[in-house]
């Protein structure tokens, strides 16, 4: 045992004893008050925005989705060994766990191996808390992995509503459960749920059936619905996604969040810069002498749906600026890319400019099948 809770009950102060993780050769305790409070106040999603891109996916899609995002952690304390499960939230190897699979351990000698085979090394913690038991991190890579993409939930669920965990209880590796909320703790900092969370399962994600992340499995007493996990809202995780400006490479990836959406090409990010889509151009709205062109709303709208008020993914070619000082983005709402999903839809051509040309052959394939369909803009001609 890694890790120990007390649960004071409403009715009388009632202490109970809440495993977490352990590996074969070795057990260890912690502990820390947890007090009961009313649930917190839900936040309402927005109205008109479409929800991430896997609403609606059946529960076996969303596990074959997310679970080569979450990982095993294997810890020391130079007597005894851990395991605990965690995940990824970014493509440059940004990560989230709880405090306490990493608590006591000798540092530098954690070991996290992904659903591929790799053992990669903590870079360097970004921050963690012991009172809250969770930690963020990157890592050290050498290859591409798969990750769980922000935004986490817009809301927190309603007691009742489903979720799921994937983690690896006993090194059992991406094992699935489901349940339900069955309440808020903490002041609505831990989530209580059915969602059987047994050792080794430390750390993984707990997700909506939107497949967004809505807590981090911390802990469970290993009854049906004394499980518990801490509130992702309460992290802020964007902040350690986000990029400063005078860090932008050219060929690597950052995650944005998109404040407001320009026209089909063009939108502004939470640094207030102006982001444009590289290799395309989308009919006008808003241009001072060409006014609002055939397919333009369209493309405006369908840009608005994909990304507005979410977090993208923005990988750089060559050049990182226009003559404008737009930033020049591929633009990927989860694995899927804005660009190409415009040529495909008949809403934008094909408008390149060396030395910018990573992806220009794929995209004439793109604008090939959509001329070829005859929709959008290629539908009168």
């Known amino acids: 045992m890694k890790y120990k809770f007390y649960i004071i009950s409403i009715i009388a102060i009632i202490m109970f004893s809440i495993s977490s993780c352990e590996r074969k050769s070795g057990r260890k305790t912690n502990s820390r008050p947890i007090t009961t409070y009313p649930k917190e106040k839900p936040v309402t999603r927005q109205s008109g925005i479409k929800e991430p891109h896997s609403s609606g996916l059946p529960l076996n899609q969303l596990f074959k989705k997310y679970q080569s995002a979450v990982f095993m952690v294997f810890t020391s304390d130079g007597l005894m060994d851990y395991q605990g499960s965690g995940f990824f939230i970014s493509a440059d190897g940004v990560a989230v766990s709880n405090y306490h699979v990493f608590e006591g351990t000798t540092k530098g000698m954690e070991v996290i191996r992904t659903a591929g085979g790799q053992e990669l090394k ?16 990157k890592v050290r890579l050498n290859s591409n992995i798969r990750f769980i993409p922000i935004p986490v939930a817009q809301r927190s669920p309603d007691i009742g509503e489903d979720v799921f965990a994937i983690g690896n209880p006993h090194g059992l590796e991406h094992t699935l459960s489901k349940g339900i909320v069955s309440g808020y703790r903490d002041n609505g900092n831990l989530i209580q749920t059915t969602t059987e969370i047994t050792h080794g399962s430390s750390g993984g994600p707990l997700l909506n059936m939107q497949g967004e992340v ?16 801490v509130n992702i809202k309460h992290l802020n995780l964007n902040r350690y996604l986000s990029q400063n400006v005078e860090n932008y490479q050219p060929g690597h990836t950052y995650i944005a969040q998109v404040k407001r959406v320009i026209d089909g090409d063009t939108f502004v990010i939470e640094t207030d810069e102006r982001v444009r889509l590289i290799g395309i151009d989308t009919p006008e709205t808003v241009h001072p002498r060409r006014g609002v062109e055939p397919f333009g709303p369209e493309a405006t709208e369908f840009t608005k749906n994909a990304i507005e008020g979410k977090y993208v993914r923005l990988e750089f070619d060559v050049e990182i600026y226009d003559m404008f000082k737009r930033l020049l983005a591929y633009v990927y709402v989860d694995d899927v890319l804005l660009n190409e999903q415009l040529l495909l839809e008949g809403l934008a051509v094909i408008s390149t400019h060396p030395p910018n040309v990573k992806y220009v052959e794929r995209f004439l394939e793109q604008q090939k099948i959509a001329q070829k369909r005859g929709i959008g803009i290629w539908s009168n001609i």
């Open 122 to 137: 903590v870079e360097r913690v970004l921050a963690q808390s012991s009172d809250n038991d969770y930690i963020i991190f």
């Open 214 to 229: 809505v807590g981090i499995t911390t802990a469970g007493l290993g009854e049906a619905n004394l499980n518990f996990a």
